[in-house]
Nanobody
Framework: QVLLVESGGGLVQAGGSLRLSCEAS????????MGWFRQAPRKEREFVAS????????FYSDSVKGRFTVSRDNAKNTLYLQMNSLKPEDTAVYYC??????????????????WGQGTQVTVSS
């Protein structure tokens, strides 16, 4: 069972940047399709971005497209999310996850397991 640990969250002013990291245990990280999701208070968990095993194919939600960039370093077993031009509505707990199933589209959270513990991102106005 792969373990995922997110880091890099924090408090930032609107317009600022943060880079989240997600470190995975195990030896098969480069075989995983990975995703980033977020959950704001009193809201459903929502898709943010995803990336295939070699980083060639990436997908983004409309709300973050052009501002966020997902990438990975398979040699370091690490997934990244570079977040620029942050807005207060980006405030949420951010989670990384492995896409374990393929019953839906890349943005279907039910296909992802396991999940990390999450890292809090707070954007002040």
């Amino acid at each position: 069972q792969v373990l995922l640990v997110e880091s890099g969250g924090g408090l930032v002013q609107a317009g600022g940047s943060l880079r989240l990291s997600c470190e995975a245990s195990g030896r098969t990280f480069d075989a995983y399709y990975m995703g980033w999701f977020r959950q704001a208070p009193r809201k459903e968990r929502e898709f943010v971005a995803s990336i295939n095993w070699n980083g060639v194919n990436t997908f983004y939600s409309d709300s973050v497209k052009g501002r966020f960039t997902v990438s990975r370093d398979n040699a370091k077993n690490t997934l990244y999310l570079q977040m620029n031009s942050l807005k207060p509505e980006d405030t949420a707990v951010y989670y990384c996850a492995v896409r374990k199933y393929y019953s839906g589209n890349y943005d279907y959270s039910g296909d992802y397991a396991p999940w990390g513990q999450g890292t809090q991102v707070t954007v002040s106005s």
